[in-house]
């Protein structure tokens, strides 16, 4: 074989070309990992979030996080909300409590208890945490869902479709997934609320 080769210098370097494109593009997308600091603020985000005239609405307000409710949604159907903690690379779900909608209830309860229209609901993980809305964080780094870097060539090539609903933190080269809080991959529906400047 080796004869072979050396007798044959195109085929060797026809055969040898590509692996050295692998071995180059893969010490290239390993560089920014190294030289680009991680991230330094936590992330807050929503799934199941769906833009309907009626249900919950998720605002960032003098930099403070508020839910509103415009009345039941379709098919009862609420978000669920996210924070991204830097420091550990972990997703941590926030729960809230709705107060019972006075419509399925049996015995009418007391107004101050239900879910009324154009009502605040307290969430209280979020409550004093200052958050910043800005597409882009402080440090840098900015949410998106999907790789972006299975738009090129090599991205359709080294990475599955599987990537392509991921959510992840991007800056200057390096992409960071978020672990798959929600079991079915972060598809459509995924609405940002923005960056914990401070606790």
Same mark, same amino acid.
């Given at each position: 074989m080796?004869?072979?080769?050396? *007798?044959? &210098?195109?085929i +060797?370097?026809?055969?040898?070309? #590509?692996?050295?494109?692998?071995?180059?593009?893969?010490?290239?997308?390993?560089? &920014?990992?190294?030289?680009?600091?991680p991230?330094?603020y936590d992330?807050?985000?929503?799934t *199941?979030y769906?833009?309907?005239?009626?249900g919950?609405k998720?605002?960032?307000?003098?930099?403070?996080?508020?839910?509103t409710?415009?009345?039941?949604?379709?098919?009862?159907q609420? #978000?669920?909300?996210w924070?991204?903690?830097?420091?550990?690379? +972990?997703?941590?779900?926030?729960?809230?409590?709705?107060p &019972?909608?006075?419509?399925?209830?049996?015995?009418k &309860?007391? $107004?101050a208890? $239900?879910l009324?229209?154009n009502?605040l609901? *307290?969430? #209280?993980? =979020?409550k004093?945490?200052? !958050?910043? @809305?800005?597409?882009? +964080?402080?440090?840098?780094?900015?949410?998106?869902?999907?790789?972006? @870097?299975?738009?090129?060539?090599?991205g359709g090539?080294?990475?599955?479709?599987r990537?392509?609903?991921?959510a992840? =933190?991007?800056?200057n080269?390096?992409?960071?997934?978020? #672990?798959?809080?929600?079991?079915?991959?972060?598809?459509?529906?995924?609405?940002?609320?923005?960056? !914990? !400047? @401070?606790?």
């Amino acid at each position: 074989m080796k004869t072979f080769l050396r *007798e044959n &210098p195109t085929i +060797a370097f026809g055969l040898a070309l #590509p692996l050295l494109l692998v071995v180059v593009f893969l010490l290239l997308s390993g560089v &920014p990992s190294l030289l680009v600091a991680p991230p330094q603020y936590d992330l807050l985000f929503a799934t *199941e979030y769906y833009n309907y005239q009626k249900g919950l609405k998720i605002s960032v307000i003098n930099k403070q996080v508020q839910i509103t409710n415009l009345g039941q949604p379709q098919n009862n159907q609420n #978000p669920r909300i996210w924070r991204y903690t830097a420091t550990t690379g +972990a997703v941590k779900e926030i729960a809230f409590i709705l107060p &019972p909608d006075p419509t399925l209830s049996i015995h009418k &309860p007391n $107004t101050a208890d $239900t879910l009324s229209p154009n009502t605040l609901i *307290e969430v #209280p993980d =979020l409550k004093g945490l200052t !958050v910043d @809305s800005s597409s882009i +964080a402080p440090d840098g780094y900015e949410f998106s869902i999907g790789n972006r @870097s299975s738009r090129n060539i090599f991205g359709g090539l080294f990475y599955s479709s599987r990537y392509r609903h991921d959510a992840i =933190l991007t800056k200057n080269g390096r992409s960071i997934h978020l #672990p798959d809080a929600t079991g079915r991959y972060y598809r459509g529906n995924t609405h940002f609320i923005g960056w !914990v !400047v @401070s606790p």
